[in-house]
């Protein structure tokens, strides 16, 4: 029941930013965790930030940590995903997907969306 939009991708150039936004039916924000993986071509897909909504801890991989930034909307049931200082190693495509808790464990996740393309290039 619970599904999970994807939205704000594009082609950017290293150093640009920008914000993804993955919107969530058939839920509340509370009690559940929202990440965000990635998985580019021939790489498997990797856990890059997650967000508690029980606590709004947030929790993000080594390679993007002080980069990406999670954030929730206080009035609507969506998550962002702020990136800044874009890398061409942060091409792929973006999904975002609901567990119980926040974990890097992709196959604990369900309700995936549709994933939205990054493309970081010159």
């Known amino acids: 029941q619970v599904q999970t939009v994807e939205s704000g991708g594009g082609l950017v150039q290293p150093g640009g930013s920008l914000r993804l936004s993955c919107t969530i039916s058939?839920?509340?924000?509370?009690?559940?965790?929202i990440g965000w993986f990635r998985q580019a071509p021939g790489k498997a897909r990797e856990g890059v930030a997650c967000f508690s909504t029980g606590d709004h801890s947030q929790h993000y991989s080594d390679v993007v940590k002080g980069r990406f930034t999670i954030s929730r909307d206080n009035a609507k049931n969506t998550v962002y995903l702020q990136m800044n200082s874009l890398q061409p190693a942060d091409t792929a495509v973006y999904y975002c997907?609901?567990?119980?808790?926040?974990?890097?464990?992709?196959?604990?996740?369900?309700?995936w969306g549709q994933g939205t393309q990054v493309t970081v290039s010159s």
């Open positions: 997907a609901t567990n119980r808790v926040c974990s890097w464990a992709a196959p604990r996740y369900d309700s």
């Open positions: 058939g839920m509340t924000l509370d009690y559940y965790a």
